[in-house]
C-alpha cells in the first residue's frame, strides 16, 4: 500500500526538511520521556501502597472485634464462634491501654498492647519483626516474678534500654488518696525488641502478656477485643468476613475490617494517584502538540507533493491516511520505547534499591516499586489515544489541499 511507502519517506526527511525530521525526533523521544515517568510514578505509588499495607497489616489484624459494651468477658467461647466462620484462619485476644513508660534515662508515653502469645504469631507478624528476643519470652515464668515487655526498636533507643533492662509502667488511673490520685507504678523487664519499619509504632508500642495488662489495669478475665485475620487471597473481601462475624456473634457485636479502619488513607493515596496521573500525562500531551507542528510543517512542505498525487487519482481519504501513517509510527515508536523503557528503570529501582528514604518520614526504607500490569495497559492506550488524536488535524488539513491552486 503506498500510503506506507510514502509516510515513512516523509519521516526520513532529508536536506532541507531535516528540520521536520528533527521535530519528529522530539516528538518520539517526548512521548518516550513522558510514558517512562508514568510508569515509574504509577508504580511507586502502587508499592507505597502495598508497602504501607503490609506494614499496617504487619502490626494490626485484618478485622477486629469488639463488643458495644467494651470488654468481652467470655473471650476465649467468643474466639472459638469467630474461628468457626468461614473465611477466618486465625483469632487472638488483645488488650489495649495508653500509659507511660520509664527508665533510668527518661519516659515516653507508650501503647500498651496484651496479647496471648500462643495464638498471637498466627495473627499479627510480630515475631517475624523481632530483632532481639521472642513473644514466647512473654510468658509469665515463676521464677521470675517481672513480668515481660517487648518495646519497639525506636522506643528502646529513646529510653536508653536493651534486652534485660527494668523499665516502669506508669498508670494515672491510680487509688484515690487524701493526697489525690497516686499513680500506680509496675516493674518490668525488657525481654524482646522489634521493628517493623515504621515509625509511629516503633517509638510507641510496647506489648506485655494479657495476663499480666489485666493484672496492671485491674480489670479482671476479661479483653478489649479479638484480632481476626483472613486469607490472603480474601483480603479485599475482609469486609464481607467481617460482615459474617457480626451475624454470627449477634447483636451487640462491632466487627471492623482493615480497610474501613484505614479508608481515609488509602483514598488519599487513590485520590494522589490520579493527580500525579493527570499531571505527568500531560508531558505526553506536549508531545502531541509536537506531533501536530511536525505534521503542519510536513503539510506546508509537501504542498505541491500532495497536489500532484492528487492529480494522479490520490483520493483525500489516501492523503489523510498518509499523514495519520505518520502520526501513528510516531505514537507507536514513543510508546513501545517509554514502556521498555519504563519497565527497565522500575526493574533497576526495584532489584538494587539505591533510593533509600529516611524511616521517620516514611514507612519503608527504599523506594518501593510495582508495576501492576493494567496500569501499563492504561498508560500505552492514553498515550497512543493522545498522540492519534493530534494527528487529525493535520491529516484534515492535507487531504483538503486543492491541486489547481497549488500548482497554478
Not at 526498636?153 to 534486652?163: D, H, I
Not at 508531558?283 to 498525487?309: C, F, G, T
Amino acid at each position: 500500500m503506498y500510503e506506507w511507502f510514502i509516510s515513512l519517506r516523509y519521516l526520513r526527511a532529508k536536506h532541507r526538511q531535516g528540520f521536520i525530521s528533527l521535530i519528529s525526533l522530539i516528538s518520539v523521544a517526548g512521548i518516550t520521556v513522558g510514558v517512562i515517568a508514568l510508569i515509574v510514578v504509577l508504580s511507586v505509588y502502587a508499592g507505597f501502597t502495598d508497602g504501607l499495607r503490609d506494614q499496617i497489616l504487619g502490626i494490626n489484624s485484618h478485622i477486629i472485634v469488639q463488643r458495644v459494651e467494651g470488654q468481652i468477658s467470655d473471650y476465649q467461647l467468643t474466639r472459638a464462634q469467630i474461628l468457626d466462620t468461614k473465611g477466618v484462619t486465625a483469632a487472638t485476644p488483645y488488650l489495649y491501654a495508653q500509659t507511660l513508660l520509664s527508665s533510668a534515662s527518661g519516659g515516653s508515653g507508650v501503647v500498651m498492647r496484651g496479647i496471648d502469645p500462643e495464638t498471637a504469631h498466627d495473627v499479627i507478624s510480630l515475631g517475624k519483626q523481632m530483632i532481639s528476643g521472642s513473644l514466647q519470652d512473654l510468658q509469665p515464668d515463676k521464677k521470675i516474678p517481672v513480668p515481660g515487655i517487648i518495646l519497639g526498636k525506636q522506643l528502646a533507643t529513646n529510653l536508653r534500654v536493651g534486652l534485660g533492662s527494668k523499665v516502669r509502667l506508669i498508670s494515672p488511673s491510680g487509688p484515690l488518696t487524701p493526697m489525690g490520685i497516686i499513680p500506680k507504678i509496675k516493674t518490668c523487664r525488657v525481654v524482646g525488641i522489634f521493628e517493623s519499619g515504621m515509625y509511629e509504632y516503633d517509638s510507641s508500642l510496647a506489648y506485655m502478656s494479657i495476663p499480666a495488662v489485666q493484672e496492671f489495669l485491674e480489670i479482671g478475665d476479661v479483653v478489649h477485643g479479638i484480632e481476626v485475620t483472613v486469607a490472603k487471597k480474601d483480603l479485599n473481601r475482609a469486609d464481607r468476613v467481617a460482615a459474617a462475624i457480626k451475624e454470627r456473634l449477634g447483636a451487640g457485636t462491632i466487627a471492623r475490617d482493615w480497610m474501613a479502619m484505614n479508608k481515609n488513607l488509602f483514598a488519599a493515596f487513590k485520590l494522589e494517584k490520579i493527580g500525579m496521573f493527570i499531571c505527568v500525562a500531560l508531558i505526553i500531551l506536549v508531545a502531541a502538540l509536537n506531533i501536530i507542528s511536525a505534521l503542519i510543517m510536513v503539510v506546508m512542505e509537501k504542498a505541491k507533493d500532495i497536489a500532484i498525487l492528487k492529480s494522479m487519482g490520490a483520493t483525500s481519504a489516501s492523503i489523510m491516511r498518509i499523514f495519520f501513517l505518520q502520526g501513528l509510527v510516531i505514537a507507536f515508536t514513543g510508546t513501545i520505547v517509554g514502556v521498555l523503557g519504563g519497565l527497565g528503570v522500575c526493574e533497576l529501582l526495584s532489584r538494587y534499591q539505591f533510593i533509600e528514604l529516611p524511616s521517620n518520614v516514611y514507612p519503608m526504607t527504599t523506594l518501593p516499586i510495582k508495576v501492576l500490569p493494567l496500569d501499563v495497559t492504561i498508560i500505552a492506550a492514553a498515550s497512543i489515544i493522545i498522540s492519534l488524536s493530534a494527528t487529525l488535524y493535520p491529516s484534515w488539513k492535507a487531504s483538503k489541499v486543492k491541486p489547481a491552486e497549488v500548482l497554478s
